[in-house]
């Protein structure tokens, strides 16, 4: 069973500080993996792609790839109220989305 | 450019009845997926579909749950006969042809409550 793993929150930090969320993954054949944010009540929303190992920056955003740990983070610097969702992990398996359970994270100003 | 399309957005019926969800996706999108979202959970696929034929249909629970997509653009979602745990959100969403690697863009999703 092709698993992603999220610890389900919530990640409570102040307005300001950087937000860390992680995720592991089983499939070691996964090549593409995605963060996703959801507001409560609203669909997901694409905010990163990464596919290869190491660091890739957009905005205040920063997605980490360690294919060896099967590792996959989102750093979220400068944090806004506005960043309080949930933040779902996805990779990619065979032809399809395997997604975890999220992340809550809320921003307290 | 207009995002992914569904309809409707809520829909409330008893079980044992009927449903259908419709979706629509980006212009030029070839690739269509159907996802369920349980409250509290990620979304998991039900059905993909590469223009007009299933790519995977491996956890739609097929004694229920149909899907098409006729000419390769609008797809509909059915469930018949419905039961409680199918109450959930039902999220469409769709690839461009050019991404191989799979990024996904969601319609606003048909909340179904089964009473």
């Known amino acids: 069973q092709k698993e992603v793993e999220q610890n389900s929150g919530p990640l409570s930090v102040p307005e300001g500080a950087i937000a860390s969320l992680n995720c592991t993954y089983s499939?070691?054949?996964?090549?593409?993996f995605f963060w996703y944010r959801q507001y409560s009540g609203k669909s997901p929303e694409l905010i990163m792609s990464?596919?290869?190992?190491g660091d890739k920056e957009d905005g205040r955003f920063t997605a980490q790839l360690n294919k060896a740990s099967q590792y996959v983070s989102l750093l979220i610097r400068d944090s806004q109220p506005s960043d309080s969702a949930t933040y779902l992990c996805?990779?990619?398996?065979?032809?399809?989305?395997?997604f975890g359970k999220g992340t809550t994270l809320s921003v307290s100003s | 450019e207009a995002g992914v399309a569904q309809s409707p957005r809520y829909k409330i019926i008893e079980k044992r009845q009927s449903v259908a969800f419709w979706c629509n996706p980006i212009?030029?999108?070839?690739?269509l997926y159907w996802y369920q979202q349980i409250l509290g959970q990620g979304p998991k696929l039900l059905i993909q579909?590469?223009?007009?034929?299933?790519?995977?249909d491996s956890q739609l629970p097929k004694d229920r749950f149909s899907a098409e997509r006729l000419k390769g653009v609008d797809s509909t979602l059915k469930i018949q006969p419905a039961k409680l745990e199918d109450s959930a959100v039902y999220l469409c969403?769709?690839?461009?042809?050019?991404?191989?690697?799979?990024?996904?863009?969601f319609g606003p999703g048909t909340r179904l409550t089964v009473l």
């Open positions: 969403a769709s690839s461009p042809p050019t991404s191989g690697r799979n990024e996904q863009f």
């Open positions: 499939d070691r054949g996964s090549q593409s």
């Open positions: 990464i596919y290869s190992n």
């Open positions: 996805a990779a990619k398996a065979g032809t399809a989305l395997i």
């Open positions: 212009s030029g999108h070839a690739t």
């Open positions: 579909f590469q223009n007009n034929g299933v790519v995977d």
